[in-house]
């Protein structure tokens, strides 16, 4: 059995925990975690976060750093 099948049974119990509580618990820091990436909170998505392989998309560039056309004078001497 590999690491990524034991993280995988992991989230299968927790996510399903008969503890409503804990279940609870852990779906909303699926929730939280699943928020921040802008990505929709369903239980396949959220294992692939848990599993590490939900790939987290860059947002878009809101603005650009401008270009500096003046020329840059040198330091001043003192």
Do not use: C
Not at 10 to 16: A, D, S, V, Y
Not at 25 to 46: C, G, I, P, Q, W
Not at 53 to 62: D, I, K
């Amino acid at each position: 059995m590999t690491m990524a099948d034991d993280k995988d049974q992991q989230f299968t119990r927790m996510w399903n925990e008969e503890n409503k509580s804990k279940r609870e618990k852990f779906r909303n820091l699926m929730k939280s975690k699943l928020d921040v990436l802008h990505v929709e909170v369903t239980e396949e998505n959220a294992r692939a976060f848990w599993n590490g392989r939900l790939a987290v998309r860059q947002p878009e560039r809101l603005y650009q750093i401008p270009e500096r056309s003046e020329e840059r004078r040198p330091p001043r001497r003192r």
